[in-house]
């Protein structure tokens, strides 16, 4: 790409203008939507037309707290999402910082233990947004604070179906950018379909982690696929986090035989299960289909996937479609996240924290564009509502009922030698439609009111 | 395969797998126990420690020897695994040696919750430890589960069961069979249970306390080490690992007897094959299952299955 | 107003029934200023969390109620956490189920939710003594953390919010309260509680049921023999350590607004229990109630200073276990280690030589043991 002013044939004919009011006007929503290098050389404050208002943003940096699990088992989704958001706030500053002015401090802390304490610090220490967790149980706990403190928080993950319905049933400042549970198990299900037919199917079994989460994801699955298919549950098996041995939930498997093995397992678990299934032949008597067993991608070993019938989802974004060759976007994002430190190639998890700090950083910007000022928190809450954006992975909208809206992406999970990790095959895309009820229509309801 | 019976053999054998990595854990504790009165809350990090440095050794016995080819290839690999795993306990010898003679001897007339934060502390310092040696981020050894998956047995007699589980079952009774054997038929395996029956006898006739305290702490170092380096190749090893083996070889030694051997060979089989059944029957019972069935038998039998350490190993 | 009375020939001071030294006295007043102030200090430093002191008080308050076990019948319960989190999720269910809103109403409910728990528990596992009861103690603990783990109507592994009724928060004295000044009235709840429950077990430990507990602790054959119903007594030591470990669980709901498995009923908790016991010294009344803020501190800090946290609270304990044995509240204590030492350095300051020295000469003797340990585990015992 030439570092000069783009010409209406380098940017596919859209001009400068029109390529900024499109992804929301700024220098900054470019840089996160992967397109600075359309505008001129790194596109900092003086091409930003939301850039410049005056003296009446203050310059100093923003304070902004990632609560994520830095170690552990579940560093591994936490690491990708801390690494994802680092990127995009090194894109925001060197953008020229929010409005033109504000750098951004991400303040990132581990959230393994006491994460209401965690969060709490973060309020005290007066941070102005706060993006996070990962974990589901963490983000019930923290939603409600975050309606009390009235501080903007954008999850990144946490993704319990109840959170909104439930927990925080009217949230004005508690916002939340990638898949939830509903959307990434609907996926699968429609994947499962889309890919045996749903004459095919005629029994399903699960083994998901034995946690809250593993058990959520079986249950909206169980009345997902019945809806779609009126298959029957022969089998739900669930592993603690971290078992050393799953013979038992496989052996079941092979016993039943079931047409799709519905899975919830993520990261090391994976690696676990699919090696151990391997070596029973489970393949060779069900396909599994799983919603975040990709998040293992750079950790699962070639010989775990080999021989194995697997298709998994992951969630808002998957860095190999559009096709690296063909999508300038993707690959910077592919290239400066492989360039980081703990990131073999970037999953889903790393749009979740990509995608939750751009959520409010170009929803700051277009509200300094409106205003003229920098905006309170109550201002940049309702900013977000209804709230669309662009990251690498395409269109996002932050509907109504602060659940963040996206396509999702599923496909076929093998081994690629040259890049030493598992990718997606034969990728397809569901739009947020067919996974996810309108705002306001809760989860099992909606599910409940498919025609079988 | 679909059918029933076989379904039921090998859900069994998947239990009795479990039972005896679960046996090669508690054994070293219920021997410490039984022997020194000491309940090493740290003895969950020594399994996953053999993990770890089971990985690295795996690493550089399985690289010397290549993978498997052929009948004689097989058996020179199996034993390549063996020795490995041997090997690593070994590595375990001085770190329990240490433990006993630095840590442990100092107040073994104290209260006995002093013994209790002890090796807590001891956890505590081994969990940073790993992190520091190994990161913090989970370690797997690729070669040899698939490896020695790829030796036909159990296809040999028309079942679907990994080689690997075979493997593991074999050498658990081996390790069961040696067990017995030192502490029946060996002179130091007397003197060693002559301490247990009682110290100060013992003591009177020649045997000294400290040098048997340290060989068995050593032995139960041992035991968790060949237990981590055994269980490992299948899954990974993380830092979190040894919670889980230590929380269920208290329930494995209090259902068989505080510090009976034969008990805890018992109690284990009996935890991994029911706990297998319940995974089976009802899955949402696993995490309960162990615990539920040491409350039943403790109704039933307060002392545990076979009592404490006594006349037999 | 405080009395003064002499006895033993010492000058000592009397103040609803509790007698103590002047010494103690001012350490009293002190203390109870200190719990007071804890909110405006807070306020004066970032690293310093109302939140985490509020905590560690809690685990430690529980802490206290263990102490009466391991203090005097020498029983050593590695399932403390249970009885917490029994208070904790009782709260819990009462608050979403039941919807009781008022504090003292959930507080009430986890009183009765921990004293049948310990009833039951104790009549289980008190048959035994030593490591088995420590043991047996520890897997009903792990039996309710595996229950609360499975059952989706007490919120899995997610947990359950206490957020009662329109206001989402419990009320106090029937009013809601900004986040903030919440936490603060919470406090201050806490602190009347657990001077309440401090002044219960000083009590209890002037009461003759105390010297029974000990007679059972030093030899439970000869207390049986001596006339003492040794199950009776022990069991309702238990219950009362049971109900205070409920007492602390109640309030960690109510100030925490969400309870979690992890968080209340795992084993690991059970041992931060009994470690701050210890940690603070178990011979005295309120070691465990400082042991509980010290390694609460201790692990929040130690967070934010290195990642080898575990390793730093693993050194303290050792620390403990062989330089202070009696705890901090112990060692302080006049005739304790430190100021044994203290007077020790003050007299001939070329003492530190002679620890260093003395240290060294141990740790030498200890290599060369470990060393001929090894001799033997290759070639046997002689």
């Known amino acids: 790409m030439k570092r000069t002013e783009p010409t209406e044939r380098d940017t596919g004919g859209i001009g400068r203008r029109r390529l900024l009011s499109a992804i929301g006007g700024s220098a900054v929503a470019a840089a996160l939507a992967g397109c600075s290098t359309l505008l001129s050389d790194g596109g900092g404050q003086q091409s930003g037309d939301g850039g410049d208002s005056g003296g009446s943003i203050p310059e100093e940096p923003i304070q902004a707290g990632l609560l994520t699990f830095t170690k552990g088992a579940p560093g591994v989704l936490g690491i990708q999402a801390q690494r994802g958001a680092e990127l995009a706030v090194q894109r925001i500053n060197e953008a020229g910082g929010i409005g033109g002015q504000r750098r951004i401090e991400l303040d990132v802390v581990d959230e393994g233990s006491n994460p209401l304490d965690s969060y709490n610090q973060f309020i005290e220490e007066g941070k102005e947004v706060t993006f996070g967790p990962i974990s589901s149980g963490t983000h019930s706990q923290i939603a409600p604070e975050v309606e009390k403190n009235e501080v903007v928080n954008v999850g990144t993950d946490g993704t319990v179906t109840t959170l909104y319905e439930e927990t925080v049933p009217d949230p004005t400042y508690s916002f939340r950018f990638q898949n939830y549970d509903i959307m990434e198990v609907v996926t699968m299900a429609r994947e499962a379909v889309e890919r045996i037919g749903a004459d095919e199917i005629e029994t399903v079994a699960g083994v998901n982690p034995g946690y809250s989460f593993g058990e959520d994801e079986m249950r909206v699955f169980k009345q997902a696929i019945t809806k779609l298919t009126g298959a029957e549950v022969v089998y739900e098996g669930f592993p603690e986090l971290g078992a050393s041995d799953m013979s038992n939930h496989i052996t079941s498997i092979n016993s039943e035989q079931p047409d799709v093995t519905f899975s919830s397992l993520w990261g090391g678990d994976v690696t676990t299960f699919v090696r151990q299934a391997s070596a029973n032949d489970m393949f060779d008597n069900t396909t599994v289909f799983g919603t975040t067993l990709y998040s293992a991608a750079g950790d699962v070993p070639a010989d775990a996937l080999a021989g194995t019938d697997i298709y998994s989802g992951s969630r808002n974004y998957y860095w190999g479609h559009p096709a690296l060759g063909n999508w300038q976007p993707g690959r910077e994002l592919f290239d400066a996240a492989t360039a980081q430190d703990g990131v073999t190639v970037p999953t889903a998890h790393y749009m979740s924290g990509y995608g939750a700090v751009t959520a409010w950083a170009t929803a700051v910007e277009k509200a300094i564009d409106l205003l003229g000022t920098y905006p309170s928190q109550g201002q940049i809450a309702q900013m977000l509502e209804g709230h669309g954006f662009f990251t690498p992975a395409g269109y996002h909208n932050m509907a109504e009922d602060h659940q963040g809206s996206s396509n999702s992406f599923a496909g076929a999970m093998v081994y690629d030698d040259d890049l030493g990790a598992a990718r997606l095959d034969d990728v397809n895309i569901y739009s947020a439609a067919e996974t996810a009820p309108p705002p306001g229509v809760a989860g099992s309801a909606w599910l409940d009111s498919w025609s079988s | 395969m679909a059918g029933t019976l076989e379904t039921a053999l090998v859900q069994t054998l998947n239990g009795v797998q479990f039972g005896f990595i679960l046996f090669m854990i508690a054994s070293g504790l219920t021997v410490i126990l039984g022997i020194l009165d000491v309940l090493n809350l740290a003895h969950g990090e020594l399994f996953s420690i053999g993990a770890y440095a089971g990985i690295g050794v795996f690493g550089f016995v399985i690289g010397v020897v290549g993978p498997p080819s052929g009948v004689l290839g097989g058996v020179v690999f199996v034993l390549a695994v063996l020795v490995s795993v041997l090997l690593t306990a070994a590595l375990l010898l001085p770190v329990g040696t240490v433990f006993e003679a630095l840590f442990l001897r100092a107040i073994y007339d104290r209260d006995q919750v002093y013994q209790l934060v002890l090796t807590f502390a001891l956890l505590l310092i081994l969990l940073d430890v790993k992190k520091f040696v190994w990161g913090n981020t989970s370690l797997r050894t690729d070669a040899v589960y698939s490896a020695i998956n790829s030796i036909p047995t159990s296809e040999l007699v028309g079942l679907n069961y990994p080689t690997y589980n075979v493997f593991v079952i074999l050498v658990g009774i081996a390790v069961v069979a040696g067990l017995f054997w030192f502490f029946d038929r060996t002179k130091t395996g007397r003197i060693v249970r002559a301490t247990a029956i009682d110290r100060e006898m013992a003591t009177a006739i020649g045997v000294s306390t400290d040098r048997v305290f340290t060989l068995v702490f050593a032995l139960g170092a041992f035991l968790a080490g060949f237990a981590g380096a055994m269980a490992v190749p299948p899954t990974a090893a993380t830092l979190g690992m040894g919670t889980n083996p230590l929380v269920l070889s208290f329930v494995v030694i209090v259902i068989g007897g505080l510090g009976s051997l034969r008990g805890a060979f018992v109690g284990a089989l009996l935890v991994g094959v029911i706990r297998s059944w319940m995974i089976t029957l009802y899955p949402p019972g696993e995490i309960a299952a162990p615990f539920a069935i040491m409350a039943l038998i403790l109704l039933v039998k307060p002392e545990g299955l076979f009592g404490t350490w006594g006349e037999t190993a | ?382």
Do not use: C
């Open chain 3, 1 to 382: 107003m405080p009395e003064r009375v002499e006895t033993d020939g010492e000058t000592r001071y009397r103040f609803l029934g509790v007698e103590a030294t002047r010494r103690e006295a001012v350490a009293l007043a002190l203390g109870v200023v200190a719990l007071f102030a804890i909110p405006d200090v807070t306020r004066l430093s970032d690293s310093l969390q109302l939140s985490v002191i509020h905590q560690g008080l809690l685990f430690g308050f529980a802490a206290v109620g263990l102490n009466l076990l391991l203090r005097h019948t020498k029983l050593t319960s590695f399932g403390h956490a249970a009885f917490f989190g029994t208070g904790a999720y009782a709260t819990a269910v009462l608050a979403k189920y039941a919807g009781l809103q008022s504090v003292g109403l959930l507080l009430l409910g986890a009183i009765a939710a921990a004293t049948v728990m310990a009833a039951l528990v104790g009549a289980l596992s008190l048959r035994h003594t030593g490591l088995y009861f420590a043991l047996l103690t520890l897997a009903f603990g792990q039996l309710l953390y595996a229950i609360a783990l499975g059952q989706s109507a007490l919120g899995g592994s997610d947990g359950m919010p206490i957020r009662p009724g329109p206001a989402n928060q419990p009320l106090l004295l029937g009013t809601t309260f900004e986040p903030a000044v919440y936490q603060i009235l919470t406090y201050y709840l806490t602190v009347v509680v657990i001077l309440v429950g401090l002044f219960v077990m000083y009590r209890i430990t002037q009461s003759p049921f105390r010297n029974a507990l000990d007679a059972i602790g030093q030899e439970r054959t000869r207390a049986r023999f001596i006339g003492l119903p040794v199950r009776r007594y022990v069991w309702a030591a238990f219950v009362i350590s049971g109900v205070y470990g409920g007492v602390a669980g109640g309030l960690y709901a109510v100030v925490r607004q969400y309870v979690r498995p992890e968080g209340t009923l795992f084993f690991l908790r059970s041992g931060d229990i009994l470690f701050m016991a210890i940690l603070g010294g178990f011979r005295t009344l309120v070691g465990p109630l400082i042991g509980g803020v010290v390694l609460i501190f201790l692990q929040d800090v130690g967070q934010d200073v290195t990642q080898y946290y575990e390793f730093l609270t693993g050194v303290v304990l050792l620390v403990l276990v062989y330089g202070f044995p009696r705890g901090i509240v112990g060692s302080l204590r006049s005739g304790g280690v430190v100021s044994t030492r203290l007077r020790q350095l003050r007299r001939e300051p070329s003492a530190v030589a002679d620890w260093a020295r003395s240290a060294g000469r141990t740790a030498e003797r200890k290599a060369v043991e470990s060393l001929s340990s090894l001799r033997i585990i290759l070639f046997g015992v002689d």
